[in-house]
């Protein structure tokens, strides 16, 4: 439709019609709609009667193309001018086909993979009917004891924005297409703002944060996305400096629509807006309605404050009709967008039903285990006891060696039973091998216990593999605790007393605790949740068919207490440096180092590589000039490799205190053995500017510090003026 056409339509709307539309419901409630009998259960508790059902606007959670048609079909048959709903659901990290965990695509640092990911996600998500997915979230993340850190890319702002942009391009496409191109869905940015920042990693707390690290730090990502066209975002449950970010008029309207610069919809998270009365700012549901549409929240997800409340706040002059046309307006153009208004089944009905669907496709499978492999980050190979070899009898032991809980929490569709476990791909990758599971992840019983260590006993090497359930993270899974249970440190410690090297796989959803593990283990791997090709791309890494490649998005710390622990911290008064170690009145911990056990960007190789020749081209540089670091990057090893080249900034002196370096670019390069390359980044003046006492975002004069290497140790190469 032309834009004045929708115009017109809003004009036909009548209020009542105005206010259904800005709210979304399950497909149940629908279900409910074709039976005329008494309306119980859920429609009661909202107190919906049947006759809101014809005008309520989208629809979330829906699993089948055959459950959209029935429930868009009845509905068309029912809602007086012909307005389609569009239907919206959580495709996370794939649909049916799933990817590894975001997390683990974090550590890809591989943005043509992430976007892979998002236009097979939106392939099999339209083919079941999906519109709208509630992906990318880009909530930057500190804290490992939050569940929902496996649904970010990690600590950096810089990393998150990289990610934002492929996602977003991945879903919705990079050219308006999708009014026309079905295989493309709606993305929804969230959750605005600073989620991840939960207090004490208890899910669903309070956030406060300054207005400068929300800036600085959360907003990036964000701000990325909307740059490359996200048309949604998502409102958080959290507090923003103490204001539920769903009633946040200054979050919602100063910083997402005039600074961001966002013009497309805002829809609440489940059940937000009536969150504000538990949250103790809204007296009733219709102070939640109030709030929430003045902080101009277009879409309420799951609860009826609008529905029940709008009407007498714009009949008694509270809320404008204005206020209630821009957000219709907003979930009309989302509509015209995907192209529901000209075919409300997105292609679905037109599709000959000999066509063969797309979903779980071998080449979708072939790229998840690409990202499988390439997510795999290897923490330690002593000995290089790594990658195994085709002559060694290789035992696969552990409560995850035989599990196909490696989904991990957002695979909603998902099924296990479709899924590779270790044991299963590395006897496709490998002769000798065998393997003893654990039925029960947590508890192993005496009879696995007894197998597992009679084939260890008998084998060259032993793999063992760990790690957490999918639903010990993701949402509402917070942990005070981030160590794997006590009977998988035993197992482990018990293996290592065999005296033949251990390689340790780890499953989770959340950087762990893993001091002991490592203590314990030969060579270490951190696998994630990697999805249905799981043993697969674990043994394409394990087997040497791929070298590993994965760098930790996210610091893993040395113990729980060491939370939130990430590179960028800013400086302190008393720094701990090498050299006053015996100094007292110092920045540390009395009882381990304030270094994490794995820093961010840390990840080996089966290969080595060397830094040499760099070179800059300036010394000093004004703010018209760009200033270039060459780096030549030698694979120094005897295997082929990638290798994530990292460069950081320091800010040396500023106006507030700054972090001690900073990404500000990296490129991931492929090298067969011997062979070198040289990197170049240019840096502009934007990548030297930060908020500053005043929140003007601009750049210092004087000295800054380049550091540049594999990981976020990098090593300090050179240093430049701004003159
Ligand atoms: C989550 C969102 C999700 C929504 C819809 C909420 O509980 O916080 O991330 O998109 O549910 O399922
Ligand atoms: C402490 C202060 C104390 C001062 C003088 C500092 O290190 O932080 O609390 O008053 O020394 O002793």
Same mark, same amino acid.
């Given at each position: ?10 004009? +036909? ?45 989208? &629809? ?19 809602? *007086? ?32 993979? !992430? ?26 993340? *500190? ?21 934002? $942009? ?45 207005? *400068? ?177 085709? +002559? ?8 995850? !060696? ?56 008998? !084998? ?78 674990? !043994? ?22 060491? &939370? ?9 008064? *008393? ?99 011997? +062979?070198?390359? &040289? ?13 500053? $006492? ?30």
């Amino acid at each position: 439709m032309k834009t004045v056409q929708i115009e017109d339509l809003l004009k +036909e709307m009548t209020l009542t019609e105005k206010i259904a539309q800005l709210t979304q419901l399950t497909p149940q409630f629908f279900s409910g709609a074709s039976s005329d009998g008494e309306i119980t259960g859920p429609m009661a508790e909202l107190g919906l009667k049947a006759e809101d059902l014809k005008n309520i606007g989208s &629809v979330l959670g829906t699993h089948t193309a055959e459950e959209v048609m029935k429930i868009q079909e009845a509905y068309l048959k029912t809602n *007086r001018l012909g307005i389609p709903l569009v239907f919206m659901a959580d495709v996370i990290h794939g649909y049916r086909t799933i990817f590894p965990i975001p997390l683990a695509i974090g550590a890809t640092w591989n943005a043509d993979l !992430a976007q892979k990911v998002a236009e097979i996600s939106a392939i099999e998500a339209s083919e079941a009917g999906v519109h709208v997915t509630f992906s990318p979230m880009v909530d930057l993340v *500190r804290d490992p004891r939050w569940g929902r850190v496996m649904e970010s890319t990690g600590e950096d702002a810089y990393l998150n924005s990289y990610f934002a $942009r492929a996602f977003v391009k991945g879903y919705q496409g990079e050219h308006g297409e999708l009014a026309t191109n079905f295989d493309r869905v709606a993305a929804c940015v969230k959750h605005f703002a600073a989620y991840g920042a939960a207090e004490a990693g208890r899910e669903y707390n309070t956030v406060d944060t300054s207005v *400068r690290e929300l800036y600085q730090n959360y907003l990036p990502a964000y701000q990325a996305a909307i740059e490359a066209g996200v048309l949604l975002v998502m409102t958080a449950f959290n507090t923003v400096d103490g204001i539920p970010a769903t009633g946040n008029q200054w979050l919602m309207q100063d910083v997402l629509r005039k600074d961001l610069g966002f013009t497309g919809l805002v829809i609440s998270d489940w059940g937000a807006v009536g969150e504000l009365i538990n949250h103790g700012v809204a007296e009733n549901s219709k102070e939640a309605a109030y709030q929430s549409i003045q902080a101009g929240v277009d879409l309420e997800m799951m609860t009826s404050c609008y529905l029940q409340n709008l009407e007498a706040l714009v009949m008694e002059n509270h809320v404008q009709i204005e206020q209630i046309d821009a957000a219709v307006l907003a979930v009309l153009n989302l509509k015209n967008a995907l192209g529901l208004f000209e075919d409300p089944y997105r292609g679905l009905k037109t599709v000959a039903p000999t066509k063969k669907l797309r979903t779980m496709s071998d080449n979708h499978r072939r790229v998840a285990r690409e990202v499988a492999a390439e997510s795999v980050v290897l923490l330690k190979n002593k000995n290089y006891a790594l990658p195994l070899r085709k +002559e060694q009898k290789i035992a696969v032991v552990g409560p995850l !060696a035989e599990s196909q809980d490696v989904l991990g929490a957002w695979s909603w569709i998902g099924e296990q039973t479709e899924s590779h476990h270790l044991a299963d791909g590395l006897k496709m990758a490998l002769p000798n091998v065998v393997s003893v599971g654990w039925q029960q992840n947590q508890q192993v019983t005496a009879e696995e216990l007894a197998a597992s260590r009679t084939i260890a006993h008998d !084998a060259d090497i032993v793999v063992v593999a760990l790690g957490e359930s999918s639903e010990s993270s993701g949402e509402a899974a917070s942990l005070a605790t981030i160590r794997l249970p006590v009977e998988q440190e035993q197992f482990l410690a018990e293996l290592a007393d065999l005296g033949k090297p251990v390689v340790t796989v780890v499953f989770g959803g959340r950087p762990l605790d893993l001091s002991d593990i490592s203590f314990h283990s030969t060579a270490l791997v951190m696998a994630w949740f990697p999805g249905t090709e799981a043993g697969t791309g674990i !043994a394409d890494v394990l087997s040497g068919n791929v070298s590993p490649s994965g760098k930790l998005p996210m610091s893993f710390p040395v113990t729980t207490g060491q &939370v939130p622990v990430y590179y960028n911290h800013l400086k302190t008064g *008393r720094p701990a440096h090498v050299g006053n170690n015996e100094q007292k009145y110092i920045s540390r911990y009395l009882d381990i180092p304030n270094e994490p056990l794995y820093d961010f960007g840390f990840g080996l190789s089966y290969t080595t590589f060397a830094y040499s020749n760099v070179k800059q081209s300036h010394h000093k540089i004004t703010y018209q000039e760009q200033l270039t670091f060459e780096v030549t990057v030698t694979n120094t090893g005897k295997l082929a490799g990638k290798e994530t080249v990292q460069l950081y900034l320091e800010d040396v002196v500023a106006t507030v205190a700054r972090p001690v370096k900073e990404l500000r670019r990296f490129e991931k390069i492929y090298l067969e053995a011997g +062979e070198s390359q &040289v990197v170049t980044f240019n840096l502009t003046l934007e990548d030297l500017c930060y908020y500053q $006492r005043n929140l003007d975002f601009k750049a210092d004069l004087g000295n800054f510090n380049v550091y540049l290497g594999g990981s976020s140790q990098a090593e300090k190469v050179g240093s430049f003026e701004l003159i």
